[in-house]
């Protein structure tokens, strides 16, 4: 009975043994390998093999994307907001080195990368690729707002958001389209009823809770933590978009609704105010861009929006609405060097503010400012020809 104990004794150690030299035959081929390049346990400042794990990661799916040339570029708020604080370094430093692993070995559990959708349309090799390499990947796609309208409510589906799972950490990948605004949008991230829920904690993901805008980016080459990457040019202004990019979708199906009560005015005066109004709404948009003013379609230019997804026609004007925190002098001196002139100025910066400025032809830009109180926010309105004075009030939030 004692013999028989021993052999069993033995054969457990003997397996146990064997279990273990599997395990680091596998760590050593898949992070320490020549194959692979050098772990950053090497490197200063990584203490943990959590650390090394995430840039591992980042390292397989960078050279995945560059075998078959797909352009990401980096869009990780948590990275960026890193980054932004030396970037000044990182543009002047031919490799950016560093005796640390500063950037990608942050804690945290997904690594997001943004591709251009036109940039690339060949992702069966590279999901054949990722399979090969150890990656579990997940595919978003849903129908494409571009193609739906008043006519046509069937937008075919189309890739939004990959998902890329390695160990114990994911790579997210926001896929941008162009749209005809001249902005990049990205769509919401839905999971359709056969998806696993539990893939990864999508309630963690920094982009697809919903649809957002962004303007055009310009690219800035790096080498950070050895990695080369792609990164917006100015960081901190991509950051600072992100706070307010929620894209909100016309609602054509209720615009469609609209127009089988109430026929649109298809005139040729209608569809030149039109024409004029969308001109000067981008000119407008341009200019308060450049001065860093945020501002909203206001009143019935944005009632036109939500109702009929147009302009109204007898309107006769575009309306804006800025907060009267983000005034600045140069507005009006700014819409002058665009070829818009100051046509009326209502009120004062203290109460009631109110600007006019001539378009052209017969179409003006009316820019309403809006006052903050405790529990409410209200503007003030002027009538131009017996200088009556309104004040419209709503509750704050």
């Known amino acids: 009975m004692q013999r028989i104990n021993k052999n069993v004794v033995l054969a457990l150690l003997t397996l146990t043994s064997s279990v273990f030299l599997l395990?680091?035959?596998?760590?050593?081929?898949?992070?320490?390998?020549?194959?692979?390049?050098p772990a950053f346990s090497r490197v200063k400042g990584s203490q943990?093999?959590?650390?090394?794990?995430?840039?591992?990661?980042?390292?397989?799916?960078?050279?995945?994307?560059?075998?078959?040339?797909?352009?990401?570029?980096?869009?990780?708020?948590?990275?960026?907001?890193?980054?932004?604080?030396?970037?000044?370094?990182?543009?002047?430093?031919?490799?950016?080195?560093?005796?640390?692993?500063?950037?990608?070995c942050a804690p945290r559990d997904f690594?997001?990368?943004?591709?251009?959708?036109?940039?690339?349309?060949?992702?069966?090799?590279?999901?054949?690729?990722?399979?090969?390499m150890g990656f579990q990947w997940l595919k978003i796609q849903n129908k494409d707002p571009r193609l739906e309208g008043m006519d046509d409510l069937s937008g075919i589906e189309i890739p939004l958001h990959y998902i890329f799972r390695l160990a114990s950490h994911a790579i997210h990948v926001v896929v941008f389209y162009e749209?005809?605004?001249?902005?990049?949008?990205?769509?919401?991230?839905?999971?359709?009823?056969?998806?696993?829920?539990?893939?990864?904690?999508?309630?963690?993901?920094?982009?697809?809770?919903?649809?957002?805008?962004?303007?055009?980016l310009v690219l800035l080459p790096v080498s950070i933590d050895e990695l080369k990457v792609q990164i917006p040019k100015n960081p901190s202004q991509f950051l600072e978009e992100m706070s307010h990019a929620r894209f909100l979708e016309c609602r054509y199906r209720e615009a469609r609704a609209f127009f089988q009560l109430y026929p649109d005015d298809t005139s040729l005066d209608a569809v030149e105010f039109r024409k004029k109004a969308k001109a000067l709404l981008?000119?407008?948009?341009?200019?308060?861009?450049?001065?860093?003013?945020?501002?909203?379609?206001?009143?019935?230019?944005?009632?036109?929006?939500?109702?009929?997804?147009n302009i109204i026609p007898y309107s006769k004007d575009v309306d804006l609405g800025i907060f009267i925190k983000d005034y600045k002098s140069d507005i009006i001196p700014a819409f002058w060097k665009a070829g818009l002139p100051l046509k009326h100025k209502f009120g004062k910066v203290e109460d009631s503010l109110e600007l006019s400025f001539q378009g052209e032809g017969d179409v003006k830009l009316d820019i309403f400012f809006f006052y903050e109180e405790d529990d409410h926010i209200w503007n003030g309105g002027t009538q131009a020809k017996s200088g009556k004075k309104f004040n419209f009030v709503a509750p704050q939030g």
């Open 282 to 309: 981008h000119l407008a948009a341009l200019t308060l861009n450049n001065l860093g003013v945020r501002f909203w379609l206001s009143s019935g230019t944005c009632l036109g929006w939500y109702r009929q997804c």
């Open 48 to 104: 943990s093999g959590q650390d090394n794990t995430r840039w591992h990661v980042v390292k397989k799916f960078l050279g995945l994307v560059s075998s078959h040339n797909v352009p990401v570029y980096l869009i990780d708020p948590l990275v960026l907001g890193l980054i932004n604080k030396d970037i000044k370094q990182l543009r002047s430093s031919s490799d950016g080195s560093s005796p640390e692993c500063k950037y990608f």
């Open 179 to 216: 749209r005809s605004g001249n902005y990049l949008w990205h769509g919401q991230l839905r999971l359709k009823q056969h998806m696993d829920r539990k893939f990864v904690p999508f309630r963690k993901l920094h982009f697809g809770r919903y649809p957002g805008a962004y303007g055009k």
């Open 111 to 132: 690594t997001t990368f943004a591709l251009l959708d036109k940039t690339w349309k060949h992702e069966t090799g590279l999901f054949r690729s990722a399979e090969k």
């Open 23 to 37: 395990f680091q035959l596998y760590y050593y081929k898949y992070y320490l390998s020549p194959k692979n390049g």
